[in-house]
Each structure stands twice: as C-alpha cells, then as structure tokens.
C-alpha cells in the first residue's frame, strides 16, 4: 500500500507541474501532503492543496478540480483507486481487493521484521537515560526515565538506525558518603546477604538513616564532607568502603535493570570522568571563548541565548556538573562518533543542557548540533511527592512486586490459575506490562500520577488491556488448529473478501505501521505507539464483534479472516516489543 500513496503523490505532483505557470519550478511528491480522511466515505487518502494556492494563483479548490482530468487520465494511477474532488481536497477510494491483499502478504511474509523501515539507515544514534545514584534503589521517577530511553531506544533502531545505549552512573559526592557514614555509625559490619536486603535496598536504607541521625546531630554534614575529602585524597580505607558499597547499589540497581527489561551498550562512572572537561575549559580560555574571574573561576557568557552567565570551574579549579557533561560528551563522541546524542533527563535539567549545548558550540565541535534534550516530567503517586532522604520514594522493585500481587489476585479471582500455566510468570508480565504502558501512555514532557490500580485495568486504554487483545487473538489461532477450525483450514486466503467497513479499517491500520515508527522515532516519543496499539485493538474487538472468524460460513471467508487475525497478532507482538509491554499468548 505504500507503494500505491507514492503512486498517487507523484501522480498529484506531475499534475500540479503541468499546470504551473511558466518560469517556475516542478512540484516534487515530496511537497505532497497525505492524510486520512476522518470519515472513510470521504476516501481512504486525502491530499489537501492548500499549500499550492500561492503557486498556482487560484483557490485550492479550484486546483483540485483543474487536475481531476489529468489525475484520471494519468496511466500510472489507472486501476490504483477512484478520485473524489471534495473542496480543496483530492480524496482517493483505493480498490480494497488488491490493497487487502498487499497489506496481509506484506504482514505475513516479513512476521517479526514487519514494521521496520530504513528511514534512519547510516544514522548513529547514542542514547543516555537512567543515570541512578549508588547511594539508593532506583524509584518511581527512574522508572519512566528508563521506560522512555529504552523504548526510544528500540524504535530507532526499528526505524533503521544504529543505536547505543550509555548510562552515567552517579557514584561519588557527598549524598554517597551519606550512605558510608551511616553505614560505619550503625551497620556494625553486617551485609545485604546476611539481613536477606536487597543490596541496592539495603544501600538505601543507610541512607535514610543518615537522614535522621543529622536531625539530631546538626554535625553530620560536616562528617560527610569530611568522609568526601577523604574518598578525593584517596584514602585506602575510605576507598575501600566506597567500593563495597558501591558494588552492592549496583548489584542491586543492574537486578531491576535485568527484571524490567532494559540494558545498556556502556556504562560511565562519574567518579572516572569527573575531571573530564577541565582542559576543554581551560583551553577554551585561552582562546577567549571563556572568562576568568577575580576569584580566578571560569566563566561563560550566555547573553547571546537569551541567559545571564554560568561558572565553568571553580576558583580553586575544581569542576561542577557542567564541566563533566562537557568533557564526556567530548570523550562520548571521540569513543562512538555518533550522529545524534538524545540525553533522556527530566525537565528540571532544561537550563543545564542549553548551557552545555552552547559551550560545545563555542568550543568549535560542530557535532553539538546533533544532541537533544528528551526532557520529561515529574511522576509521583497520588499520595503526593517522593522524597529518598526521608524514605518516602516508591522503590522500584517494590512497585512491580505491588502491581505483581494485584495481578495475582485478578487472575485467582477468575479461576485462571491452571489456564495461565504458571500464575507467577504471567503475573509478573502482567505486571511490567501495565507499569510500562501506563508510563509511555503519557506525553514525556507533561507531569503524571502513577496510579497503581488504574495502570491494572484490563478495560480500556491500558498495558494489561492490550495484554488481552493479543491472549484472545493466540486463543482463536490455536482454536484454529482444532476440530473448531475445520471450516478454516477447507478454505482459500482471498483478500477481496474482506470488504466490511469493521475489516477495512483494521487493515488500513495494520498498514500504518510502519508510517507510525518513522513518526515515533522522528518525535521521539513512544507515546504514539502505545496510542497506535490502543487504536488496533479497538479495531479489532469491533471486527471480531462484527465478523465470525472461525464460525464464518463460508470456508474461503474464515480462512482470510484467519489471516487477518494472524496478521494482528504479528503486529501486536512487534509493536508492545518496542514499548517493554510483554506479550502474552495466555492470560
């Protein structure tokens, strides 16, 4: 079927050509804008024109009814559809028969590829997300950090890119040494082993307790960057215990890693690249593209994008945040010379990256062009804001353990729990299926309340919802193979039987596809995926409501609505792939 729109763009444009006035030049297919008609008795493809009125001196409507003659008397469309002028718009009715049958083989012969474009072929793309201190669990707000970033992730490449996948790993400075000090003052040599803790939960727990010991002894800070000073002049012992504890957060922190689903191409360690970027600034300098204050810190002038100034290193030489970032970027691009860096961080970094952004700038690399701030979002949970110090956060593993019990519980409650196999597996998919879908449902950029038993409901636009759409589809194939689809397996595939209104709108979709991945990954936004799977299987309920499958009459009948429903299915499995909902044939 997309060979047909390209048919019928280049067809416009050929059209509008010959009616250009003198000295200007050929309309290309690329200037042709296509859309979907919101009513199919209008079309199934909508070209508007408005954009040619300038250029052809005359309404739009009126340039839709000049090329209607040379539309249907272009050889290259005849036999792909019938035209329909409405106002300014050229609408298209595709003949069903022959576009049925190109989306089914299309779906059918390429299964798991179906899908995939080129569009991003040759592209590297490298993507940073998580980014989780070693002092505590990854929580609530890293959760859809990791949901975007490794969704994005896998859309990209689905679109044709070469992806990498970084993660900096936050484990030095003073909020680790919280956790240390804590740990010499009350954890009396114990392990995460030896309490049966998680080690990042055990980790975080220590720092909790840091918390409420300062409370009462106003000098705790002051221990902390004592314990700091001590871990940057290399103390062996304080080093020593800055590695036990950090090996036990990360040991923890790569388990939820490996339970929801998501990885990692490299992972940065601050505590090895902090010091990165201090000759960049220094060289930058020298040229001029810095200045020095009386306290001898460095400094940018960010007049020229609209802001004030900012400290680039410190009066003693120091570095901040900034001249990290600055110096990894540089060591990132040097490593894996990428196209396009997308740094998934929350919305509250925006200033930080249009700073960095512009001090690559001023220091000559031309590639700064191709980093993007993906920003999100807060999410909390109704109750209110999360706060780690105070032991309030949501810990990860705990939410899906939460949302794990619920599942549980729906599938006891319908005496599911010999039909499913193995009620803990599926639960546990039922689980990251609902936390992910109701994480990537929402609009990266907009605040969100995670709520529990909404993100749960096996009705309406939900992960377990979709989860059962794709179950139901597996039931009636393996009903197929039965006695129960004798009738199915006499008959013929034939595609132009599938004319009803409720089988020709899930086709059209099932089409769309692969115009959907090219968006997502052009927006960056997994949310139009989640949407997309919404829409398919709505589409289908009403098709499956509408159209007897296996219990058609006519043998040629079930077979191609056979086909269709094998077809959804190849798409629903590929499309919750991309937005970490996992797919059940059982539920």
Same mark, same amino acid.
């Given at each position: ?38 009513? @199919?008795? !209008? ?51 595709? @003949? ?13 012969? *390429? ?14 793309? #490298?993507?940073?997300?998580? &980014? ?5 669990? +990854? ?13 994005? &992730? ?58 409420? $010991? ?26 020593? +215990? ?7 957060? +990360?040991?923890?922190?790569? *388990? ?15 505590? *090895? ?17 810095? $200045? ?52 998934? =961080? ?15 700038? *001023? ?29 309030? =956060? =949501? ?5 899906? /353990? ?5 599942? !549980? ?20 998919? =039922? ?13 990266? #950029?907009?605040? #969100? ?6 993100? !749960? ?24 193979? /039965? ?43 997994? /949310? ?5 799977? $919404? ?8 098709? $499956? ?30 499309? /919750?792939? +991309? ?9």
């Amino acid at each position: 079927m997309n060979d047909i729109r390209i048919l019928w763009k280049e067809s416009i444009a050929r059209a509008l050509t010959a009616l250009r006035p003198d000295g200007t030049e050929a309309v290309s297919a690329e200037r042709i804008i296509m859309e979907t008609p919101p009513d @199919p008795n !209008l079309g199934d493809l909508g070209f508007p024109l408005f954009s040619f009125a300038k250029l052809m001196h005359c309404a739009p409507a009126k340039i839709a009814a000049d090329i209607l003659p040379l539309l249907q008397a272009d050889p290259a469309v005849q036999g792909q559809g019938t035209i329909k002028v409405v106002g300014p718009y050229i609408n298209v009715f595709l @003949p069903k028969g022959d576009v049925a049958g190109q989306i089914l083989n299309a779906i059918l012969t *390429q299964k798991d590829s179906y899908g995939k474009t080129n569009t991003l072929a040759g592209k590297k793309i #490298m993507v940073e997300f998580s &980014s989780p201190n070693t002092n505590k669990p +990854l929580h609530l707000g890293h959760l859809r950090n990791d949901a975007i970033g490794e969704s994005l &992730s896998r859309i990209l490449k689905f679109g044709g890119a070469e992806v990498y996948k970084t993660n900096i790993i936050n484990d030095r400075g003073v909020h680790i040494c919280k956790s240390m000090l804590a740990y010499r003052l009350f954890g009396n040599g114990t392990d995460p082993v030896k309490e049966g803790i998680k080690p990042d939960k055990f980790v975080g727990d220590m720092y909790v307790r840091f918390h409420k $010991y300062s409370k009462e002894h106003p000098e705790a800070e002051e221990e902390a960057q004592a314990l700091l000073r001590k871990w940057e002049s290399g103390d062996p012992e304080t080093l020593e +215990l800055w590695t036990l504890m950090n090996g036990w957060a +990360l040991q923890g922190i790569q *388990q939820t890693y490996k339970r929801t689903g998501v990885s990692f191409d490299k992972l940065f360690f601050e505590s *090895q690249v902090y010091r990165k970027g201090r000759a960049e600034i220094l060289e930058g300098l020298a040229r001029g593209v810095f $200045y020095k204050d009386e306290d001898n810190s460095v400094w940018i002038d960010l007049a020229p994008i609209g802001l004030d100034k900012k400290v680039l290193l410190r009066g003693d030489g120091t570095a901040l945040y900034i001249t990290q970032d600055i110096g990894l970027a540089i060591t990132r691009h040097g490593e894996w010379p990428f196209d396009k860096l997308i740094y998934v =961080v929350g919305n509250e970094q925006i200033y930080h990256f249009k700073v960095l952004f512009y001090v690559l700038k *001023q220091l000559g690399h031309e590639w700064y062009t191709g980093l993007h701030h993906l920003a999100y979002g807060m999410v909390n949970l109704p109750e209110g804001k999360m706060k780690s110090r105070e032991g309030t =956060v =949501v810990d990860a593993d705990d939410l899906i /353990t939460d949302l794990k019990n619920g599942a !549980l519980e729906e599938i006891a409650a319908k005496g599911r729990e010999e039909a499913v196999g193995n009620p803990e597996e599926v639960a546990e998919k =039922v689980a990251l299926g609902a936390l992910h879908y109701f994480l990537l449902q929402v609009d990266a #950029m907009k605040d #969100m309340l995670f709520n529990t038993k909404e993100s !749960l409901s096996f009705n309406g636009n939900t992960g377990p919802y979709i989860q059962y759409m794709g179950a139901r589809i597996s039931s009636i194939l393996r009903k197929a193979e /039965t006695e129960e689809g004798k009738n199915a397996k006499a008959g013929t595939v034939k595609p132009e039987l599938l004319g009803s209104e409720a089988e020709w709108a899930l086709l059209k979709k099932l089409e769309e596809f692969p115009a959907q991945i090219d968006k997502a990954a052009a927006q960056y936004t997994p /949310t139009l995926i989640t949407g997309y799977l $919404y829409d398919v299987c709505k589409l289908f309920s009403r098709f $499956y409501h509408d159209c007897p499958i296996l219990a058609a009459e006519n043998p040629d009948t079930a077979a191609t609505r056979l086909a269709l429903a094998r077809a959804v299915q190849i798409v629903l499995k590929n499309a /919750t792939e +991309l937005v970490l909902v996992p797919f059940l044939e059982v539920m």
